[in-house]
């Protein structure tokens, strides 16, 4: 069981930026694609970025490309979302989620999420 535990979020204004990150103890955290997904009021789960095993390949949400970065630290077992130029839009609680593969569509493994407010 992979577990993952997401920090970061917080309230911030329009235009401002958030970095979140997701960690975990898992050893084997380089053998998993990784991806984040948020969920904003009353809207279905979407995905927003994910990233491969070793870092080299990347993919992104049309909402978020050229605003958001997805990173990893596999030295520290964790990924991370820089957000930049929020906007209320974005208002979502984030989600990381775990795959051994980068094309899943269906991750494994979830965290329990962390709030992102952005006010107008």
């Known amino acids: 069981q992979v577990q993952l535990v997401e920090s970061g979020g917080g309230l911030v204004q329009a235009g401002a930026s958030l970095r979140l990150s997701c960690t975990t103890s898992?050893?084997?955290?380089?053998?998993?694609?990784m991806g984040w997904f948020r969920q904003g009021p009353g809207k279905e789960r979407e995905f927003v970025a994910k990233?491969?095993?070793?870092?080299?390949?990347?993919l992104y949400a049309d909402s978020v490309k050229g605003r958001f970065t997805i990173s990893r630290d596999s030295a520290k077992n964790t990924i991370y979302l820089q957000m930049n130029n929020l906007t209320p839009e974005d208002t979502a609680v984030y989600y990381c989620?775990?795959?051994?593969?980068?094309?899943?569509?269906?991750?494994?493994?979830w965290g329990q999420g962390t709030q992102v407010t952005v006010s107008s």
């Open positions: 989620a775990a795959d051994v593969s980068f094309s899943s569509t269906s991750y494994d493994y």
């Open positions: 898992e050893r084997s955290f380089s053998n998993y694609a």
């Open positions: 990233i491969n095993r070793n870092g080299a390949v990347t």
